[in-house]
C-alpha cells in the first residue's frame, strides 16, 4: 500500500485545482488552445501524485544493520577518511532518477549528533564531485556499535532538500525523515568494520535494502 508524502500534497492540490479551472474555462468557451493546457494540467497533477508516492516499507528491526536511505542505484562505493566515521570508511552513494520514490529513511537506529545545510553547486547527482560541492544536508547518527554520515544531495534538476531531523533526537531504522525534490543522490558513510552488502548498480529500496552489517562483538 502506498501513500502520498505531505510534502507533495500542496503541489499536487494545486497542478488539479488549475487543471480542473482550466477544464471549466474549455467547456465554457470551446477554445482549442485550453483543451491542450487542461490535458497539460492533468499530466502534471497525474506525475506529482506518482513521484510524491510514499509506500509502505518492511523495516528490519536489527541495531547491527545499515539500510538504504533512499530508493535508487548504487553508483559508487569508495572508501574515505571521514571525520565523523573514522579513517578507511566506506563511502556509498545512490543516485534517484525522478522516477524514484523520493521519501528519505533513518540508515540505522541511534542519536542524532549533527544536522547541517551546507550551500554548494548544483552538478549533475551522478558525477563523483556532487559528493562535497553539491548543495547538502549532512546527518551525523550515533549508534551504540558504530557512527554513520548521511549526506542528501542536491542534484542539476533538485533544488529542494526537506530533513526533519533535529540534533539530540533518538531515531529508529527505516524511520522516515525527509525528501528531496526532484532527482538527486544520498551518501552513506560507515566504518570500514561493517560488510559491505551490495555492489556497483545494485538497485536499492529506501529502509528495506541493507547496505552493510556491522560483524563486530
Known amino acids: 500500500m502506498s501513500s502520498i508524502a505531505r510534502?507533495?500534497?500542496?503541489?499536487?492540490?494545486?497542478?488539479?485545482?488549475?487543471?480542473?479551472?482550466?477544464?471549466?474555462?474549455?467547456?465554457?468557451?470551446?477554445?482549442?488552445?485550453l483543451n491542450w493546457f487542461w490535458i497539460a494540467g492533468a499530466v502534471l497533477t497525474l506525475f506529482s501524485l506518482y513521484?510524491?508516492?510514499?509506500?509502505?516499507?518492511?523495516?528490519?528491526?536489527?541495531?547491527?544493520?545499515?539500510?538504504?536511505?533512499?530508493?535508487?542505484?548504487?553508483?559508487?562505493?569508495?572508501?574515505?577518511?571521514?571525520?565523523?566515521v573514522g579513517e578507511n570508511?566506506?563511502?556509498?552513494?545512490?543516485f534517484l532518477t525522478?522516477?524514484?520514490?523520493?521519501?528519505?529513511?533513518?540508515?540505522?537506529?541511534?542519536?542524532?549528533?549533527?544536522?547541517?545545510?551546507?550551500?554548494?553547486?548544483?552538478?549533475?547527482?551522478?558525477?563523483?564531485?556532487?559528493?562535497?560541492?553539491?548543495?547538502q544536508t549532512i546527518i551525523d547518527i550515533e549508534n551504540r556499535r558504530f557512527n554513520v554520515r548521511m549526506k542528501q544531495i542536491a542534484g542539476l534538476i533538485a533544488r529542494r532538500i526537506i530533513n526533519y531531523l533535529k540534533l539530540g533526537e533518538t531515531v529508529r531504522i527505516g524511520q522516515r525523515f525527509g525528501l528531496i525534490r526532484f532527482g538527486s543522490r544520498v551518501d552513506v558513510i560507515f566504518p570500514a568494520a561493517v560488510d559491505v552488502q551490495v555492489q556497483l548498480k545494485t538497485k536499492v529500496v529506501g529502509g528495506e535494502t541493507i547496505l552493510g552489517v556491522w560483524n563486530e562483538v
Open 98 to 135: 525522478i522516477f524514484n520514490v523520493h521519501v528519505n529513511r533513518v540508515p540505522c537506529s541511534g542519536t542524532v549528533k549533527g544536522s547541517a545545510y551546507k550551500r554548494g553547486k548544483f552538478l549533475a547527482a551522478f558525477n563523483p564531485a556532487a559528493s562535497e560541492e553539491n548543495e
Open 89 to 94: 570508511a566506506t563511502r556509498i552513494s545512490i
Open 51 to 84: 513521484f510524491f508516492r510514499d509506500p509502505h516499507r518492511n523495516l528490519p528491526d536489527d541495531p547491527s544493520k545499515i539500510v538504504s536511505p533512499a530508493d535508487g542505484k548504487v553508483v559508487s562505493i569508495n572508501t574515505v577518511n571521514d571525520e565523523f
Open 7 to 33: 510534502e507533495g500534497l500542496a503541489i499536487i492540490a494545486g497542478f488539479l485545482l488549475l487543471t480542473i479551472l482550466l477544464l471549466i474555462a474549455f467547456i465554457i468557451t470551446g477554445w482549442p488552445i
